[in-house]
């Protein structure tokens, strides 16, 4: 395992102080609409132009997204371009990156616009109970997206195909035939435009679950190490990660918007004068739930990231298994950290909060020390894909 470069260490460390001014002021922000009144004006408007309920909530939605988006500006084109060039990492145009703010920003307006009356209905009818009905609402629409994604939204960014290597193509669906999975289901993405990070990923849900690699990483890594990042990813599949996945999220989504019924009672009835409005059930409450489900959210991250640690940590063993290329998983794991600036051994806040893996240190020394097949000792996941 090599040491992080100077580089990577500078990226880790500016990255953790951008962490901490993106929290506070994803707080500031909503809580300056608030104790401004702002968001009660904005209410008022979106009734006198909207009339009716649903369309309030709607017009309310797409002034509160766009005016965000404009005080968001000046940040994100910090934190998702300059710095990307600064460091190294990007290849995107101005105009590419300009028109991804410009269609997340419309994704983000739609889906708000479709869905954000749920949660409003639901605390209209029932002001005791409907933080569990959402929790429980919030299922089929998380179930939703992941189906939808990879076909309606994902393409709109980068465009997707069939692999283009097609040497390569045939070992992969040949280990996919081994691990039970469909071969239509891998694809490439021109991921270039955008950067120069190396990444795979698995996505969808039901008939739109699907393998997905970077064209980046393709380039960057030889035809054991990309079989042995892919056996991962045909872990995740195999092993029901995604909708696992979805069931935790959503119990966190419960607990977080229990503290946000908790807490707004509390903070309307000592400001309601400030705030404008009376009950959450008012939309003007949008930046009080979304202050307090980030708080919540905060709390709750630690158990999301270590649930997702230990999935990926179970398909790093999957993919060791299939494969059994101890030495082609490694040093995949090296070229991941030194095209992706990553550190190999973050520190432990870093780590609860915002590692998704496990530290690349600790999936390098897995990778080297796994081997069970040597021992004739017993795989865990020996029955879920064949010998060859
Ligand atoms: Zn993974």
Do not use: C
């Amino acid at each position: 395992m090599p040491e992080p470069t100077p580089q990577a260490l500078s990226y880790y460390r500016s990255g953790n102080v951008l962490w901490i001014v993106d929290n506070v002021w994803g707080l500031l922000v909503p809580a300056a609409f608030l104790f401004t009144g702002f968001s009660a004006t904005m209410r008022g408007w979106s009734y006198r132009i909207g009339k009716k309920w649903f369309f309030a909530i709607a017009l309310y939605f797409i002034v509160f997204s766009a005016v965000t988006f404009v005080l968001d500006l000046p940040r994100v084109y910090y934190e998702g371009f300059v710095r990307e060039y600064a460091y190294g990492l990007s290849n995107q145009t101005f105009a590419k990156w300009a028109s991804d703010q410009l269609t997340g920003l419309v994704v983000g307006i739609v889906g708000g616009v479709a869905f954000l009356w749920v949660p409003y209905l639901l605390l209209k009818r029932s002001p005791r109970r409907w933080w569990l009905y959402t929790g429980l609402a919030a299922i089929p629409f998380i179930v939703l997206v992941a189906l939808v994604q990879p076909i309606w939204v994902d393409p709109l960014f980068n465009t997707f195909g069939p692999m283009k290597d097609r040497a390569l193509e045939a070992d992969i669906l040949h280990l996919a035939e081994r691990a039970g999975i469909e071969g239509s289901r891998v694809f490439e993405v021109a991921k270039s435009e955008d950067t120069k990070a190396v990444n795979a990923y698995v996505a969808g849900f039901g008939a739109t679950k699907r393998i997905v690699l970077w064209d980046t990483i393709i380039a960057k890594l030889n035809r054991q190490q990309l079989l042995v990042v892919m056996g991962h990813e045909m872990g995740h599949y195999v092993l029901g990660h995604v909708w696992k996945q979805i069931l935790i999220l959503s119990s966190l989504i419960v607990v977080a918007l229990y503290a946000v019924h908790r807490a707004s009672g509390w903070l309307i009835a000592k400001h309601r004068a400030r705030f404008g409005f009376e009950a959450l059930s008012d939309v003007a409450s949008l930046p009080l739930i979304l202050i307090l489900f980030g708080v919540a959210s905060l709390v709750v991250t630690p158990v999301a990231l270590a649930v997702s640690r230990h999935f990926e940590h179970e398909a790093d063993r999957f993919g060791l298994e299939i494969t059994r290329d101890n030495h082609a998983a490694a040093t995949a794991f090296v070229t991941l950290q030194q095209e992706n600036l990553g550190v190999p051994r973050p520190g432990p806040i870093y780590t609860w909060w915002r590692e998704s893996h496990p530290p690349l240190g600790e999936r390098i020394d897995f990778s080297n020390d796994y081997r069970p097949w040597e021992k004739n000792e017993p795989l865990v996941y020996a029955d879920r894909f064949k010998v060859p």
